[in-house]
């Protein structure tokens, strides 16, 4: 019984973490009405991806280290001035269906890096929950993983679904720029929440 919870926690978490409004989900978000849903699955599983890589890092590494708060601070600031760069690039979209390529790989991946509450989050709530799994199950804290990112993924996918049902709306007459620059600000929101908390704990 004690076992089930521990799975059924760990995929509770991913759904949470998924639903959480966040730049992942504004991107996602954004991309959808630029080209539809099926063209927005490329940020969602690009995130996964980069989140995957950073997860594994921390489960195998990170976990046995004391790492300062600092650290994450730093890390912060840095997500901060990503942020701010795909607000910019939001901000300029005019028309939908652009051809330019805004979400790259690289971007993603540097906003999932540079994220401090992303490793807060996996260092503080994840790691504890995935060692526990291990104790029940050989590889327990691997299993965490895909069960996190499989809640993640269902969330992330669903909601960016559901937004997407929008897009004939919001396509009608002269919407096309405001949408996207009410997006931009979301994502600018997102990067001075980011810098003001980095710039409390570097104070304190």
Request: aromatic share 16%; glycine share 6%; with cysteine.
């Amino acid at each position: 019984m004690e076992l089930l919870l521990q799975i059924f926690s760990a995929f509770m978490l991913g759904l949470i973490g998924g639903a959480t409004p966040g730049p992942i989900l504004t991107s996602a978000f954004a991309e959808s009405l630029r080209k539809g849903f099926i063209n927005s699955l490329r940020i969602i599983f690009m995130a996964m991806i980069s989140e995957v890589i950073v997860a594994l890092l921390i489960l195998s590494i990170f976990f046995s280290f004391h790492i300062p708060q600092i650290i994450f601070s730093v890390i912060s600031l840095i997500g901060t001035a990503v942020l701010i760069w795909l607000a910019l690039q939001v901000w300029k979209i005019k028309k939908f269906d652009g051809e330019e390529t805004i979400f790259s790989f690289k971007k993603i991946f540097l906003l999932t890096v540079f994220s401090g509450p992303f490793w807060i989050f996996w260092l503080a709530i994840c790691v504890p929950q995935a060692f526990l799994l291990k104790q029940k199950i050989a590889g327990g804290q691997f299993l965490f993983l895909i069960l996190f990112e499989l809640g993640w993924l269902i969330a992330t996918t669903g909601l960016t679904f559901l937004f997407s049902r929008f897009r004939p709306l919001l396509t009608k007459g002269n919407f096309v720029s405001v949408v996207f620059k009410i997006l931009a600000l979301i994502l600018l929101f997102f990067a001075i929440k980011l810098a003001m908390g980095s710039l409390v704990l570097l104070t304190r």
